[in-house]
Every structure is written in structure tokens, then in C-alpha cells.
């Protein structure tokens, strides 16, 4: 056995870099499985959102009494943005974050989403790749986009296209994901 030091590279900086990242990256993991494992998940925290029937009443209601967001989107821009999410479900995001992402990150940020009932994310973020949506839209016509895109949704049986940043999701995971979606949104979202 050769023990002679002089032939043992020094680690370079960039790869004490990526060690250092893949240690912080493990420790996040732990930590977020932790975090999951030790709380169930909660109900979604918004009962208009707390199923799909509850979420059509609650679009259906839209109808006669229209509401507001607080945002710099109008209301028919976030229902045609929460359309658009739930159809890419079916037919596939136009742009997906790196399979290392999904696989990751992107995962645990599902999971603890999922264990507290709620999502937080930009509510002015289009989805990646996805067309402009144009704002000053009628409100009724958003309203049946989305209404048709979760009953579309719904009659769904066949394989769900990967989250662009969740990655892979089942139907029931996908339903939560979409209803967190729409209960985000209605933060910002009152009659005034």
C-alpha cells in the first residue's frame, strides 16, 4: 500500500463548496422530514377551499356577489392563473425547475405545505412558461374556466404530469396542492 503523502491532491474550493452545500442540503432534508413526520396533516386553512365541492360553491358564489384582491392581479387573472395551474396538472407544465429540485426541495416544500394546510408562495408569479395572462378579463368567464378546469380535474383518472417544482403528485395530493393554491390567492381576496 502506497502511503506516500506527496501524491494526495488538496481539495479545491469549489468542491469543499459543493460538499459543504450537499451537507446543508441532507441537514435541510432531516429536518423537513422531521417536521413532516411529526405533524399529520392539517385540515387546508381556509373552509371555502377545504374541498372541491366547498371550492365550487365558494367560485359559484362569485357570481352574485363579486369580490376583490388586494393584488396588483384582479380577480378573473388569479381564477384564470389557478385555471391554468390545474390544467398544466393534466397536460403538463410548460417549463419544470431540475429534476434535483423536484426531487428535493421542491418535495419537502410540498410536504410541509401539505402538513400545515397551507401554501405560501408569490402571488403575482405566473407560472413558469406558461402564456400572459391578460388582466381586465370578465369575471363570469373566469369563473367557468376554472370551474371547468377542476371538473376536468376531477373526472381525471389517468397519470398526473409532474408539479413543476413538487414533482411527482397523485390525485389526492394534487387535489390539496390546488385547493392550497386557490386558499393562497384568497388572502388577498375581500369585498372591498
Same mark, same amino acid.
Given at each position: 500500500?502506497?502511503?506516500?503523502?506527496?501524491?494526495?491532491?488538496?481539495?479545491?474550493? $469549489?468542491?469543499?463548496?459543493?460538499?459543504?452545500?450537499?451537507?446543508?442540503? +441532507?441537514? $435541510?432534508?432531516?429536518?423537513?422530514?422531521?417536521?413532516? +413526520?411529526?405533524?399529520?396533516? !392539517?385540515?387546508?386553512?381556509?373552509?371555502?377551499?377545504?374541498?372541491?365541492?366547498?371550492?365550487?360553491?365558494?367560485?359559484?358564489?362569485?357570481?352574485?356577489?363579486? =369580490?376583490?384582491?388586494?393584488?396588483?392581479?384582479?380577480?378573473?387573472?388569479?381564477?384564470?392563473?389557478?385555471? !391554468?395551474?390545474?390544467?398544466?396538472?393534466?397536460?403538463?407544465?410548460? !417549463?419544470?425547475?431540475?429534476?434535483?429540485?423536484?426531487?428535493?426541495?421542491?418535495?419537502? @416544500?410540498?410536504?410541509?405545505?401539505? @402538513?400545515?394546510?397551507?401554501? $405560501?408562495?408569490?402571488?403575482?408569479?405566473?407560472?413558469?412558461? @406558461?402564456?400572459?395572462?391578460?388582466?381586465? !378579463?370578465?369575471?363570469?368567464?373566469?369563473?367557468?374556466?376554472?370551474?371547468?378546469?377542476?371538473?376536468?380535474?376531477?373526472?381525471?383518472?389517468?397519470?398526473? +404530469?409532474?408539479?413543476?417544482?413538487?414533482?411527482? =403528485?397523485?390525485?389526492?395530493?394534487?387535489?390539496?396542492?390546488? =385547493?392550497?393554491?386557490? +386558499?393562497?390567492?384568497?388572502?388577498?381576496?375581500? @369585498?372591498?
Amino acid at each position: 500500500m502506497n502511503t506516500d503523502l506527496a501524491n494526495v491532491r488538496p481539495v479545491s474550493r $469549489s468542491r469543499r463548496a459543493l460538499l459543504a452545500g450537499g451537507v446543508l442540503l +441532507a441537514g $435541510s432534508a432531516v429536518a423537513g422530514l422531521g417536521y413532516v +413526520a411529526t405533524h399529520s396533516d !392539517q385540515p387546508i386553512a381556509m373552509d371555502d377551499f377545504s374541498d372541491l365541492s366547498h371550492t365550487m360553491r365558494t367560485l359559484e358564489r362569485l357570481r352574485d356577489a363579486p =369580490l376583490h384582491t388586494r393584488s396588483g392581479w384582479d380577480l378573473a387573472h388569479v381564477l384564470h392563473h389557478a385555471a !391554468q395551474s390545474i390544467e398544466y396538472s393534466l397536460d403538463g407544465f410548460p !417549463q419544470l425547475k431540475p429534476a434535483w429540485f423536484r426531487a428535493s426541495l421542491g418535495a419537502m @416544500a410540498f410536504a410541509v405545505f401539505s @402538513a400545515r394546510g397551507k401554501m $405560501s408562495h408569490g402571488l403575482e408569479e405566473p407560472v413558469p412558461g @406558461a402564456p400572459t395572462i391578460a388582466s381586465g !378579463q370578465p369575471l363570469n368567464a373566469a369563473v367557468e374556466h376554472l370551474m371547468d378546469a377542476l371538473n376536468r380535474f376531477e373526472r381525471h383518472s389517468g397519470v398526473l +404530469a409532474p408539479h413543476f417544482a413538487y414533482g411527482a =403528485l397523485g390525485k389526492s395530493e394534487y387535489t390539496r396542492a390546488h =385547493l392550497m393554491h386557490l +386558499a393562497n390567492h384568497w388572502e388577498l381576496v375581500g @369585498a372591498g
